[in-house]
């Protein structure tokens, strides 16, 4: 194989687009059926396709996963005063919806295994002001529900899921984001299911549906459409994007076994690296490997090292997030001060990496990843 070709740079992520996309959003472009509020045929279909994947009854579309969240909380009624719990471990979008509403996001440390929420963790955040939980599936792996679930009930806590990373995945058999009140999902160019830009609240809940609905859309009534009664939102999904969204679903399963498949043969060439953390699937739950995320060993070269090797390489990584509660936006707005400490998250967030993780990577590639990567880490 030429060099120039062999050291192509291997993105993180790159979409999976076929023809029928460009076929759906080639229709509403000839019918002029693009807006997200007069014209949505394909808007109605996306959300039934999408909150039937997730177990539900209601799905409404938004523009990004972010808004998703936003308007969840504010859905739920939350604002000044209130606190929320938010893993600190997780995308700033997750916070930044808590605090749009003037509710403030209270942060808990991850658990070592999965790297998501600790639910042991939660106890020691609540008190009067909590109302609510938002545990986000981190990479794909969900979030041990049950203590959660449990928690919320006896302190009669609302439950938002963060599913950004999480579509498809399973907890015992149930769909993540049917596991709270509220699940919120991504459709970002990097997630399992994409619309360029977008995002859905989904739930069971029928009076929750309906606000949302009413609320994603600057409160237009249905008696009088001009006169508002609340300060609302324009978050609404086009069609044009839905379109892409319906064609995405059709390949929805595909797509997390390509992505399952991925993380297969990555792990089958790097569970020989000794002190590599690689993604789990804890019993009961179904990981959808968003992204194949690791946690390097202590014996190992320093992550900044290893990335610069890999992308010498032609291989694209991204670290883990930056924790929460070390962001300088959330201490200088006083939500977090400097002592504040959340070890586990700490130590996680500074060794963590993940690898391209597109459902579309050949085994070749696969292979030639690991094989550089157990180089790398053994120099
Ligand atoms: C956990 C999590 N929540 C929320 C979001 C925000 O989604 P969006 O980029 O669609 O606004 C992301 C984005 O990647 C995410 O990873």
Known sequence: MPNALKNKLIRVAEPYIGKEEISHVNDCLKRGMISGFISGDYLEEFENLVSKSCGVK???????????????????????GDEVLVPTLTNIASAFAVVYTGAKPVFVDS?????????????RHINRKTKAIMPVHLYGHP?????????????????????AEAHGAEYHGKKIGSLGHIGCLSFFSNKIVTTGE???????????????????????????????TDLAFNYRLTNLQAALGVAQMSRFKKT??????????????????????????LPGSKNVYWMYALVLGKQHPNRQTVREKLIK????TRNFFYPMHLQPAFRSMKIVSKSYRLPVAESVAKRGLYLPSSPKLTETQIDRISKTLIKILKD
């Open 111 to 123: 658990e070592p295994v999965t790297w998501n929420l600790d639910p042991e963790k939660l106890h």
């Open 256 to 281: 997390i076994e390509m992505k399952r498949k991925v993380a297969q043969l990555y792990t089958q060439r790097l569970r020989q690296v000794k002190g590599l953390q690689l993604p789990p699937e």
């Open 313 to 316: 390489a032609g291989v694209e």
């Open 143 to 163: 979030v041990d529900m049950a203590p959660v679930i449990k928690i919320a009930k006896k302190h009669n806590l609302k439950i938002i899921e963060d599913a």
């Open 58 to 80: 209601y799905g409404v579309a938004t523009t990004s996963g972010t808004t998703a969240l936003a308007l969840s909380v504010a859905t739920l009624g939350l604002g000044p």
């Open 198 to 228: 977008g995002g859905m609240l989904v739930t069971n809940d029928r009076k929750i549906a309906e606000r949302a609905r009413f609320l994603k859309n600057l409160g237009y009534s249905n008696r009088e459409k001009f006169l508002h």
